[in-house]
């Protein structure tokens, strides 16, 4: 393949030990760049599973004390005391850079800084398992809104690994070794060529001295 695409010159020569130089950098740099990704990625599936953790366990206590909730009070009554909430929040949603891939930071504000403004109902007529089922999801808000972005950060890091893995193996097992036998091809022809001068011009001084001797003789 070398024979037919590369031409055999001093330039293409220059040119190739160039490219080999940058791709030997570049893939250097990649290497790196994918032990670190490798290395935050880690980090965050660990994260993810501990929040998961917790996000299911607040979640399942919200459950059972909004089952046991049910089971004491009215259906009507339920209802109406969550039917107007109290409290709202604000999502904020931002990103930082790791790595070169923008992965997402989510935060939050409260309407207000009253920590019992999620209670959207007084109490004479509701049990105390709802007021726990509301403080339940109330507290795993933040960690579910935390594993939400520890999940996406890791489906972005993730597809980042690949594509630089990609370029990795592509440099390693392509780029270069094709750049370096092109060098080789280059280099033999080159030789090849001085050789074929350096017969030729020993001929030529031959002919020239023979031709010499002759006409000294004469």
């Not at 570049?26 to 290395?39: N, P, S, T």
């Not at 990625?41 to 459950?63: C, H, P, S, T, W």
């Not at 059972?64 to 009554?77: G, H, K, L, Q, T």
């Not at 109902?121 to 398992?129: D, I, K, L």
Request: some cysteine; aromatic content about 6%; glycine content about 2%.
């Amino acid at each position: 393949m070398a024979s037919t695409q590369i031409k055999p010159t001093r330039m293409e020569l220059t040119r190739l030990k160039k490219k080999l130089g940058t791709a030997v950098k570049g893939h250097k740099l990649l290497k790196d760049k994918r032990d670190e990704l490798m290395r935050e990625f880690m980090d965050l599936v660990r994260e993810n599973m501990e929040l998961r953790k917790k996000v299911e366990a607040g979640i399942r206590a919200a459950n059972v004390n909004f089952v046991v909730a049910r089971a004491d009070m009215s259906e009507e009554i339920l209802q109406a005391a969550l039917m107007v909430p109290k409290q709202s929040v604000e999502l904020k949603a931002s990103s930082r850079n790791v790595m070169s891939v923008d992965v997402p930071v989510f935060d939050y504000t409260t309407r207000t800084p009253d920590a019992n403004d999620i209670y959207s109902y007084g109490f004479a007529f509701t049990s105390s398992e709802l007021d726990g089922a509301v403080k339940s999801l109330s507290d795993v808000f933040p960690d579910m809104l935390k594993l939400a972005e520890v999940e996406k950060s890791c489906q972005l890091m993730a597809s980042e690994i690949e594509k630089t893995r990609r370029r990795v193996n592509a440099l390693e097992h392509v780029i270069i070794p094709e750049t370096r036998e092109g060098i080789r091809y280059i280099t033999m022809k080159l030789d090849e060529n001085e050789r074929s001068t350096q017969t030729r011009l020993m001929k030529v001084k031959d002919m020239m001295l023979e031709q010499a001797h002759h006409y000294s003789e004469k």
